[in-house]
């Protein structure tokens, strides 16, 4: 019993995506990463359950290690992938309401 307090933080990080999902409606918030903040650890990946995290491709920053993107049109605003980064890893994803994502990133989000 005593043991089981070192993992307590571990309770809201969810079980990684049996299954992928779909997008069916517009979400209210969207993932951005913060790419100088990520350290290209991938743990958020298994966890997106609709699979829409990648790492940034080798040739943009020419390091190693390249952070992750979200493919923004997938994402579904979930926050998995924010929990566990932050529980886990470094906070190096943030949730931003749609409305104000496209209008500060000139992207429009479909649904």
Not at 78 to 87: G, L, P, W, Y
Request: hydrophobic fraction near 30%.
């Amino acid at each position: 019993m005593a043991e089981n307090y070192k993992y307590d933080h571990y309770k809201s990080v969810p079980d990684p995506a049996e299954k992928v999902n779909f997008k069916k409606k517009k979400p209210k918030l969207i993932a951005v990463v913060d790419e100088d903040n990520c350290t290209g650890c991938q743990v958020c990946v298994p966890f997106c359950p609709v699979d829409c995290i990648e790492p940034v491709e080798d040739e943009k920053y020419g390091i190693p290690i390249p952070p992750v993107q979200v493919r923004y049109d997938e994402c579904i605003g979930c926050q998995i992938c924010a929990k566990v980064c932050t529980k886990l890893t470094w906070d190096a994803i943030k949730m931003i309401k749609t409305e104000e994502f496209e209008e500060n990133y000139n992207y429009s989000v479909s649904e």
